[in-house]
């Protein structure tokens, strides 16, 4: 994403146009405008299989404080039974040799930035992300999943 966003940027500023950025996941969005660096590292399963039997036996907060010993930035924004997050910066840091936080470190964008954004209360975002989780439930989300798991 972030190769080719910043080249589609170029692309548009080297038109003498200014882009406009809108949407996405705001992970995305911020990593292309904060500059961060991402592994290019495929998915290490057999690793990834291991830590996941490893939380399952020890619990969470054992692979949370091996975290902590190996990256202490990471494991101090990483809330612990975020099995998930922790298993991948354990699994970044044992195939890099490099921690997460070391390739999330930001910097500034090469270009100027002007964000927009919109809100709306607590409240109401609840309410319609509830209503949207509804409605994806009504649609036969549950069924689509299975028939996902069950392909493999």
Do not use: F
């Not at 949407?23 to 990593?31: N, P, R």
């Not at 991402?38 to 907060?61: F, I, K, M, S, Y």
Request: net charge positive.
């Amino acid at each position: 994403y972030l190769e080719q966003a910043g080249a589609a940027l170029e692309d548009v500023w080297s038109r003498g146009k200014q882009p406009l950025l809108v949407g996405g996941s705001g992970q995305y969005v911020w990593a292309l405008l904060e500059g961060w660096r991402v592994p290019r590292l495929p998915p290490q399963r057999e690793l990834r299989r291991e830590l996941g039997e490893r939380a399952d036996r020890q619990g969470a907060e054992a692979l949370h404080r091996e975290l902590a010993q190996v990256d202490p930035k990471a494991a101090a924004r990483i809330d612990p039974r975020n099995v998930r997050r922790v298993i991948r910066a354990l699994e970044v840091h044992k195939a890099t040799g490099r921690p997460i936080s070391y390739w999330q470190e930001k910097g500034p964008p090469p270009w100027e930035v002007l964000t927009l954004g919109l809100t709306c209360p607590r409240q109401e975002l609840y309410e319609r992300i509830d209503a949207r989780v509804d409605s994806m439930m009504e649609a036969g989300l549950v069924a689509e999943v299975r028939g996902l798991l069950s392909m493999g």
